[in-house]
């Protein structure tokens, strides 16, 4: 009982620091702590939290860890898996939609807008993914689906797929973006060949690539900026705008 009510002090401290200050100045080990109150009500999640923390070495690791993985942990059930799982889906869709206040009317008027809208899409991405965007005339997003099969190399993204996605949606250009998970933000041999293949398909088909932007660990990178490679998206126009 005397431990039963020191829990239920130390729980009532840390969540009362929260709501008074936030995270500021919480250990990663503390942050942990009180995602797993809610879903391991009776145990000391202290010692729980440290070992998540020596098991897969940082927060960002442990939320970005999958079940299974966090399933191994002592004292992590299902439930605790699922919590933890989710905050980061939660933290994906929280930059998304800051960034789109209105999803229906997304701009993305110069490769700066681009890059800053595609980074939030790999969030927590551990494998290679590739994402297409679809704009119309005046630059407007009106759909981004991600492209099945994983990594642009494992696929080897069929240019007629780009071609069809965009023509079957009625756009104007489209905007790839693929990651490097645990890499730098680099173009690869692969991902030019991609690009140019996809640039020229669309070309003969009355298409256009815009860009095909990088994400990486060090950041992310637009062919059309940094490489000159596609028409700029407005190049004096430096901020995102939301209609």
């Not at 299974?68 to 933290?91: I, K």
């Not at 008027?109 to 681009?114: E, S």
Request: proline residues 6%.
């Amino acid at each position: 009982m005397k431990n039963e009510n020191l829990h239920k002090g130390h729980r009532a401290r840390l969540r009362d620091r929260f709501l008074k200050s936030g995270l500021d100045g919480f250990e990663a080990h503390q942050v942990l702590e009180l995602i797993l109150f809610s879903a391991i009500p009776r145990r000391d999640t202290n010692e729980i939290a440290h070992r998540l923390l020596q098991r897969f070495g940082s927060l960002p690791a442990v939320l970005d860890a999958d079940v299974r993985e966090l399933t191994s942990v002592e004292g992590v059930g299902p439930s605790a898996a699922y919590l933890l799982t989710l905050f980061r889906a939660v933290a994906r869709r929280y930059m998304l939609d800051s960034a789109a206040p209105n999803p229906d009317a997304v701009y993305l008027l110069c490769a700066q807008d681009a890059c800053r809208y595609v980074q939030n899409l790999f969030i927590g991405c551990r494998t290679e993914v590739c994402y297409a965007l679809l704009l119309n005339s005046r630059r407007r997003v009106i759909a981004c689906r991600r492209v099945e099969g994983g990594s642009i190399d494992s696929l080897r993204l069929n240019p007629q797929w780009v071609a069809s996605f965009l023509f079957d949606n009625h756009a104007a250009s489209v905007i790839l973006a693929h990651n490097h998970p645990g890499g730098p933000a680099e173009p690869s041999p692969g991902d030019a060949a991609v690009t140019e293949k996809v640039a020229a398909c669309l070309s003969v088909l009355g298409g256009t690539l815009l860009d095909h932007i990088i994400a990486g660990e060090n950041g992310v990178v637009s062919y059309s900026e940094n490489l000159r490679r596609f028409p700029p998206l407005h190049p004096d126009t430096f901020s995102p705008y939301y209609a």
